[in-house]
């Protein structure tokens, strides 16, 4: 049976990013993934390599610093994958969060990401407003500017992968895990191949399988300790006209939550929602009332678009957050990536859940030193944080 330091399940940003970590730290390892890479959640985020400014109103000032690490790191390996980009924030008469409020955030903002050039931030002018796309401008107060960064998830998903392969990890595609034995110092890992059982041995198996990581952890034996998560939908519309200034990030007229117009591909991607779901994670898709939901949005802060109905929607989808479980409304709820290991000495399954497509690097790193008591000492080979990612061919 052929001998593996690590074996991750699933080839989203998450599997990505463990493979080349562990590729670069001299591991060998393999990545199963069951359909395509980047097939789940990792092509149906918002698309965005931001620190998260809204994550400070709910305090997670640790996530935010860690993010905005994260994206100067992006800008810099993953030029030709991660864009800084303008966004903007109009505060109308009723909207909730006020300019003085804006700014502070985003000094704070400014000042958890170093106060870099991109991390600059203050109201475009009123002359200016008419080259903001159409946006409505009755009872305007502001519209604040500051930067965020934007990225194709899929495509960065597959240029990780690349980066490791080029390292000398190794992928089974499509292949899916059907199982796993412990063993005193690993695991025995059963997957399926072309209809043919397959297994293999790893010293340590981590589970990137996104909303069916649950699932994973639960063919594993002898049981493992399983997080508790809720699973929470959100959908996105793409819809034929473009927005070419920048990422609007507004609030929805319905509820007050944050909703963001982008440009994308010569169109423009509305999310999110924010849907719980109970059902397999197979079965997620676009819900008619959610698709309202954020053409209210366009209808209301572009009013040359107030016509489009969902008959002009060319491009819907949804994924799964997955959220630790409460009873909390899912937007109040923390971002931060929780992993669990079946023990803390030597563990030989480490699970991820939830977490951010702009933390893909950062939790990849804390997963290699949460592990690095089950593996072989290494030469490394590489710094993923100096590795250039390119743009797939
Ligand atoms: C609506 C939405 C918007 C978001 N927007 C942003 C954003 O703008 N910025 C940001 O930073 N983060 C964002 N996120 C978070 C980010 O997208 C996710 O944290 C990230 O994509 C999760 O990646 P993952 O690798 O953990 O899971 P996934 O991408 O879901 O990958 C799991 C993989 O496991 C595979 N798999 C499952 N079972 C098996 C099996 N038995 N055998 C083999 N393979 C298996 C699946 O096929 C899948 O490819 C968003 C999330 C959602 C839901």
Known sequence: MKQYDVVIVGGGIHGAGVLQAAAAAGHSALLIERLGLASGTSSRSSKLIHGGLRYLESGQFALVRESLRERAIHLRIAAELVELKPFFIPVYRETRRRPWQLKLGLWIYALLGGFGASTRFGAVPKREWSALDGLETRHLDAVIRYHDAQTDDALLTRAVVQ?????????????????????????????????????????????????????????????????????????????????????????????????????????????????????????????????EYLLAVVRHYFPAFRHLTRAHITQRFAGLRVLPAASEAAFDRSRETIFTADRELKPRVLGIYGGKLTGWRAASAHVLDRIGTSLPECARRAATDQLILRRPT
Request: glycine share 8%; hydrophobic share 40%; net charge negative.
């Open 163 to 291: 980066s490791a392969l080029s390292l000398g990890a190794e992928i089974a595609m499509p292949a899916s895990f059907t199982g796993a034995d412990l063993t005193d110092d690993g695991v025995t890992v059963a997957y399926r191949q072309d209809q043919e059982p397959l297994q293999c041995a790893a010293r340590v198996l981590v589970n990137a399988a996104g909303p069916w990581a649950p699932h994973v952890a639960g063919t594993i034996r002898p049981p493992i300790p399983i997080p508790a998560v809720d699973l929470v939908q959100g959908t996105h519309i793409v819809l034929p006209f473009a927005v070419t200034a920048g990422i609007y990030y507004v609030e929805s007229p319905a509820d007050g939550r944050a909703v963001f117009v982008m440009p994308w591909h010569g169109a423009t991607l509305i999310g999110t929602t924010e849907t719980p779901y109970r059902g397999e994670p197979d079965k997620v898709h676009p819900l008619p009332e959610e698709e």
